[in-house]
């Protein structure tokens, strides 16, 4: 018994840690550790919604800009079939644009042309269909042409920007419409043609782009300005 209470008297006096002190910094050690990884996993987790969240308000915004931009878009929404629709008052059966609803624009455009539907993910555009789930946001473009039975006022554009595969249920989807006047779509000779009616007795001045509208005068009888 004697040999057993030196041996244990010893073994307190030595440097070092007990047993139960050991057990005890483990346990402490390994939640440390463990709550260290929770934290770089919400992190990591944080910084790849933020990521994807800048990707989708990135492609709304572009969106955005291309339906802004009359030039870019008009060789994809068919403008020549609307005819007079679109350029005179006073018409009939116009209202036929309105009711085919909502069309895509176009996937393919050519190399130089815009890009109305697009699919990325954190390292540029990728894939679709996307067979790998690696997609994050896809953009899609639709219009419409906004027609009553007399005549067609302008364009409205739609896009969509949804979260897509790891996103998709941690990021909201966003909208946005863009309307754009049917003089956008005119040239400056068809602007005119509200000064140019002769019931008006008014000419073309210029015209007020601001309001998206012609600028007329009246016709001065004193001038050789009358149509004949």
């Keep these: 018994?004697?040999?057993?209470?030196?041996?244990?008297?010893?073994?307190?006096n030595q440097a070092g840690l007990s047993i139960i002190e050991i057990l005890f910094a483990t346990g402490v050690s390994g939640a440390v550790i463990y709550g260290g990884a929770t934290l770089v996993g919400i992190s990591g987790g944080l910084q790849k919604n933020t990521e994807g969240q800048s990707i989708v308000d990135r492609e709304l915004a572009a969106g955005v800009q291309l339906a802004n931009n009359p030039e870019r878009i008009?060789?994809?929404i068919n403008i020549a079939a609307l005819g007079d629709c679109l350029v005179r008052d006073q018409?009939?059966?116009?209202?036929?644009?309105?009711?085919?609803?909502?069309?895509d624009y176009p996937s393919a455009t050519g190399d130089k042309g815009p890009h109305f539907n697009t699919h990325y993910n954190n390292l540029g555009p990728c894939a679709s269909p996307d067979t790998g789930k690696t997609c994050l946001v896809e953009r899609k473009m639709q219009f419409r042409w906004l027609c009553t039975a007399r005549e067609c006022s302008g364009l409205e554009?739609?896009?969509a920007v949804t979260p897509l595969n790891a996103l998709a249920d941690k990021i909201k989807p966003r909208e946005a419409t863009i309307k754009l006047d049917r003089r956008q779509f005119m040239t400056r000779a068809q602007i005119g043609f509200v000064c140019d009616e002769l019931a008006?007795?008014?000419?073309?001045?210029?015209?007020?782009?601001g309001r998206l509208s012609d600028i007329c005068k009246a016709y001065d009888a004193s001038r050789c300005d009358l149509p004949h």
């Design 1 to 12: 018994m004697g040999f057993f209470k030196n041996l244990k008297r010893k073994l307190r």
């Design 74 to 76: 008009s060789p994809f």
């Design 91 to 103: 018409n009939t059966d116009c209202a036929r644009f309105s009711a085919e609803g909502w069309k």
């Design 157 to 159: 554009t739609r896009v």
């Design 200 to 209: 008006n007795r008014r000419s073309i001045t210029g015209v007020d782009y």
